[in-house]
């Protein structure tokens, strides 16, 4: 596993800036290919059967010929897919791209209405959370997908040591990292807590899925309501170990309560010796003329500035966290770009 100070070359990116246009506007149109052919079931079929008969997906699938062809072809200019006559196979970097497709559902599925209405959010024509939102149930899964291919190894290694009985997950999205965890720990307990209902109903199939009716429960509320309101939710006082993921900064972001969330989660989750938060930090600027991008940290920083919340750099966390009277065990990368796991105890 990387040190905590080690850049990977994941990390480093291989998108070499300054973007130039013609790079930029394929780039646009190829995100949202891709995307479309996620959610057609494309890259799992090629996956699992290596080929794909497109006269056979289309009639299996109830799709448009003519417009699934269209996808193809553009997808196959970019490089994703190779097609001769009726079939279709992934190229190399097509097989490579299932590791990010999570980032895809996340920022093309998820926050396209965001990142379409900058211009009228910076003239305050609209306002995130009132006149325009996110969709939910794109975040939720993009977040899980990319779990799945990134960082599901990493918490697996980090957990396997530790001890607990009850888990709670704050802005468990579909309850898909915690429905596995709990299944692989017999006789645990889990609860995922997220303020999206859409999310939350996909979390109740999920379980439903794992076959853990009655060992994990959704939970819809908001995060904030527990630690500022007094909100209850039924055993989580009972908590050994306190997860969250991509959510910490979304509890941070209102200034004048921001110092005191750390002592707030301890407080509200009394019995909690471990606490498990990951996070995406701020990418750290190059000095050198040229730089290279990595996926996603672009679109995490430019989605947040547009709605309003903070983010941090690993260094504001890892102070934060020794302020809110938290010792850090350790910090581990964790998958995505400039995206950190901090592994906390409470004493």
């Known amino acids: 596993m990387p040190s905590v100070d080690e850049v990977t070359s994941e990390w480093q990116g291989q998108a070499l800036t300054p973007l130039n246009p013609d790079t930029a506007f394929n780039g646009y149109i190829c995100a949202h290919v891709l995307h479309a ?8 079929q090629l996956h699992e059967e290596q080929v794909i008969d497109i006269p056979v997906f289309c009639r299996e699938n109830k799709l448009d010929p003519d417009v699934f062809r269209a996808l193809v ?7 994703y897919l190779d097609a001769h006559a009726d079939h279709v196979r992934a190229t190399a970097v097509g097989t490579d791209a299932g590791r990010t497709l999570g980032f895809f559902t996340w920022g093309v599925g998820g926050y396209h209405d965001v990142f379409a209405n900058a211009a009228p959010l910076a003239r305050g024509e609209r306002r995130f959370g009132l006149d325009l939102h996110r969709d939910e149930r794109m975040v939720a899964l993009g977040s899980a997908q990319a779990d ?4 599901r190894h990493i918490l697996d290694e980090e957990i396997a040591g530790i001890d607990f009985h009850t888990l709670v997950d704050l802005g468990a999205g579909v309850s898909e990292r915690i429905s596995r965890l709990v299944k692989d720990r017999p006789g645990s307990h889990g609860i995922g807590i997220d303020i999206s209902r859409p ?8 379980v439903e899925r794992y076959g853990l009716r009655g060992t994990v ?6 995060v904030l309501d527990i630690l500022f309101k007094g909100h209850e939710i039924e055993g989580g006082d009972q908590a050994d ?4 993921f991509m959510f910490l900064h979304d509890l941070l972001a209102a200034p004048e309560r921001r110092a005191e969330v750390i002592p707030r989660l ?3 989750f009394p019995r909690a010796h471990t606490f498990l938060l990951a996070d995406t930090t701020i990418r750290p600027r190059s000095s050198g003329a040229d730089s ?11 989605a947040h500035a547009l709605m309003g919340v903070p983010v941090y750099t690993r260094e504001e966390y890892e102070h934060l966290f020794e302020q809110g009277g938290m010792h850090l065990r350790r910090t581990v990368p964790f998958g995505a770009p400039h995206t950190y796991l901090f592994v906390l105890e409470t004493s």
Do not use: I, Q
């Open 37 to 44: 052919l996620e959610r057609l079931g494309v890259f799992r």
């Open 73 to 79: 072809r553009a997808a196959e200019g970019f490089g």
């Open 148 to 151: 799945t291919a990134l960082m």
């Open 199 to 206: 999310a939350t109903l996909l979390a109740h199939e999920t």
């Open 217 to 222: 429960e959704p939970v819809c509320a908001d």
């Open 241 to 244: 170990v306190v997860m969250s």
């Open 266 to 268: 301890r407080k509200s």
């Open 292 to 302: 290279r991008l990595p996926v996603f940290s672009s679109g995490f920083e430019l």
